[in-house]
T-cell receptor, first 116, second 111 residues
Framework: GAGVSQSPRYKVAKRGQDVALRCDPISGHVSLFWYQQALGQGPEFLTYFQNEAQLDKSGLPSDRFFAERPEGSVSTLKIQRTQQEDSAVYLC??????????????FGDGTRLSIL | RKEVEQDPGPFNVPEGATVAFNCTYS??????FFWYRQDCRKEPKLLMS???SGNEDGRFTAQLNRASQYISLLIRDSKLSDSATYLC????????????FGTGTRLTIIP
């Protein structure tokens, strides 16, 4: 289909390892978002891109988290020196418009990250 | 206080019953409101937007009360397939694109 695609679907890493999570948004979508969803909680905002510009990274929990979208399409969320509290589902969402109040975001299936 | 608050449930409701959820938000300047549905181990999917005048989509009715800063969702004639977690979602203000989610309310429809 033509939905938001995320990979890998599942990732298991040892504490201290670096991980990279990929998001392919819907083609042509301007806005791209990353969210973190802990077990039993709603998704929490991490960061937001409009094309290649990272306009808001206020939700990134520490400087171990880094996101990029160099060509304004695919995005990568990188977590360095992973900790157990990083275990969560990482959701990517995209939207065709700048004003997402009128066009809510479409989510990918997420990457389920487990840190041992 | 969380920006968006929901009763996490669980709500266990017999098939055919009517069930209602409420959600409160703290930012009075909030501009856009939605209900998303999330099935177990799946991504959130938009159920419906919420407008000041209230809106209905089949068995689902959403209402917004700006004065009291709460949003409601009513499901009539509930089906087994309505079992899911319902997420209340707010966009806090213009120019701020991020979605702010509640914890979600877990609903199970019992045959």
């Amino acid at each position: 289909g033509a939905g938001v695609s995320q990979s890998p679907r599942y990732k298991v890493a040892k504490r201290g390892q670096d991980v990279a999570l990929r998001c392919d948004p819907i083609s042509g979508h301007v806005s791209l978002f990353w969210y973190q969803q802990a077990l039993g909680q709603g998704p929490e905002f991490l960061t937001y891109f409009q094309n290649e510009a990272q306009l808001d990274k206020s939700g990134l929990p520490s400087d171990r988290f880094f996101a990029e979208r160099p060509e304004g399409s695919v995005s990568t969320l990188k977590i360095q020196r992973t900790q157990q509290e990083d275990s969560a589902v990482y959701l990517c969402a995209s939207s065709p418009l700048r004003d997402t109040g009128r066009q809510p975001q479409h989510f990918g299936d997420g990457t389920r990250l487990s840190i041992l | 206080r969380k920006e968006v608050e929901q009763d996490p449930g669980p709500f266990n409701v017999p098939e055919g019953a009517t069930v209602a959820f409420n959600c409160t938000y703290s930012n009075s300047a909030s501009q856009s409101f939605f209900w998303y549905r999330q099935d177990c181990r799946k991504e959130p999917k938009l159920l419906m937007s919420v407008y000041s005048s209230g809106n209905e989509d089949g068995r689902f009715t959403a209402q917004l009360n700006r004065a009291s800063q709460y949003i409601s969702l009513l499901i009539r004639d509930s089906k087994l397939s309505d079992s899911a977690t319902y997420l209340c979602v707010v966009i806090p203000n213009f120019g701020n694109e991020k979605l702010t989610f509640g914890t979600g309310t877990r609903l199970t429809i019992i045959p």
